[in-house]
T-cell receptor, first 114, second 115 residues
Framework: GENVEQHPSTLSVQEGDSAVIKCTYS??????FPWYKQELGKRPQLIID?????GEKKDQRIAVTLNKTAKHFSLHITETQPEDSAVYFC?????????????FGKGTKLSVIP | DTEVTQTPKHLVMGMTNKKSLKCEQH?????MYWYKQKAKKPPELMFV???????INESVPSRFSPECPNSSLLNLHLHALQPEDSALYLC??????????????FGPGTRLTVT
């Protein structure tokens, strides 16, 4: 089955700096890669996703890059703000008939220091 | 309405009890999921229902029994659980369209404690 590795496990940045979280996956058939943000005591929320037919996607301060050859993808957050503090999970899913089989990375606890 | 609801929010049960977790969505999604999340760990997929049929069972012990009575409801029946089954149980849903991925929406979860 799929195995997703995520680094680092914790990340502290100064407010306004950039944060980068990296993930690798093992199943070359995986073609959908979402990123979730989970605040303490709350549900995971999708912040951005990328499909295998594109190499980069951006949404305001958040961007994701995908390298299918190397089987890794990364989350980039620019101009970080204290409200970005949370646990971030990457995930990968092989193609299915419309439903997911998401395997999550272990998570990165991001702390943005004001 | 872009919301998945779950009841109860918290549940404490003994190892001999039988209880059920409920999940509901009214977004017309045809794929529904159960995840288990232990503290400081990622969600782990347990079951996937697609068009009310069980399509994935990730080798979950039989003391967890899922049920999808209709396209809006998903239940998880619990029986003879162990203390190590204590966790946050998350329900999620997504569109089920061949060749098209849409966002997977998570519910707020049920915090289960097995005593």
């Amino acid at each position: 089955g799929e195995n997703v590795e995520q680094h680092p496990s914790t990340l502290s940045v100064q407010e306004g700096d950039s944060a980068v979280i990296k993930c690798t996956y093992s199943d070359s058939a995986s073609n959908y890669f979402p990123w979730y943000k989970q605040e303490l005591g709350k549900r995971p929320q999708l912040i951005i996703d990328i499909r295998s037919n594109v190499g980069e996607k951006k949404d305001q301060r958040i961007a994701v890059t995908l390298n299918k050859t190397a089987k890794h993808f990364s989350l980039h957050i620019t101009e970080t703000q204290p409200e970005d503090s949370a646990v971030y999970f990457c995930a990968a899913s092989p193609p299915r008939a419309g439903s997911y089989q998401l395997t999550f990375g272990k998570g990165t606890k991001l702390s943005v220091i004001p | 309405d872009t919301e998945v609801t779950q009841t109860p929010k918290h549940l404490v049960m003994g190892m001999t009890n039988k209880k059920s977790l409920k999940c509901e969505q009214h977004m017309g999604h045809r794929a529904m999921y159960w995840y288990k999340q232990k503290a400081k760990k990622p969600p782990e997929l347990m079951f996937v229902y697609s068009y009310e049929k069980l399509s994935i069972n990730e080798s979950v012990p039989s003391r967890f029994s899922p049920e999808c009575p209709n396209s809006s409801l998903l239940n998880l029946h619990l029986h003879a659980l162990q203390p190590e089954d204590s966790a946050l149980y998350l329900c999620a849903s997504s569109q089920d369209l061949i060749g098209f991925y849409d966002e997977q929406y998570f519910g707020p979860g049920t915090r289960l404690t097995v005593t």
